[in-house]
């Protein structure tokens, strides 16, 4: 045990880093902020593609996607479908939300996986909305 002298009692202490631990914390910190900015940047790049065995439509205009909902939205009517009044019945919100995020120079198209994800019951049809040929957002209006 230290024995603590009485000129030592009741006078501050001082830690002395030395100059090595203080660079060394500093690029810790820095690598662990870099390298959190990296993964961010990562994700953030990502673009979603279609696979080339799915049926992907040409680009289509907001007015033909609601008019060609609307003719849907009546079928379902007609065949006595609980659904609400609204374009793409229970997905009208994704659908509100899909073209809420479209901009200038963006496409939206009508797409189907292909048959054999249909046949595992994977398959999926849809809009989607794509921004310099990545997809951005999907409304999905079939799946199995």
């Given at each position: 045990m230290k024995a603590v002298r009485k000129a030592d009692v009741g006078q501050k202490r001082s830690f002395n880093f030395s100059g090595d631990v203080v660079v060394k914390f500093l690029v810790?910190?820095?690598?662990?902020i870099g390298c959190s900015a990296s993964v961010?940047?990562?994700?953030?790049?990502?673009?979603?593609t279609f696979s080339s065995t799915d049926e992907v439509s040409s680009p289509l205009t907001i007015e033909e996607i609601e008019k060609?909902?609307?003719?849907?939205l009546l079928t379902w009517r007609e065949e006595g479908l609980p659904v609400p009044n609204?374009?793409?019945?229970?997905?009208?919100?994704?659908?509100l939300e899909l073209k809420s995020m479209f901009q200038p120079g963006d496409q939206i198209v009508r797409y189907s996986s292909d048959k054999l994800s249909?046949?595992?019951l994977r398959g999926q049809?849809?809009?989607?909305?794509?921004?310099s040929g990545c997809i951005i957002n999907k409304l999905v209006s079939a799946q199995s």
């Open positions: 810790a910190v820095f690598m662990m961010a940047g990562t994700l953030n790049d990502r673009c979603d060609q909902a609307m003719t849907e609204a374009l793409f019945g229970h997905s009208n919100a994704r659908w249909w046949n595992s049809r849809g809009y989607a909305l794509l921004r």
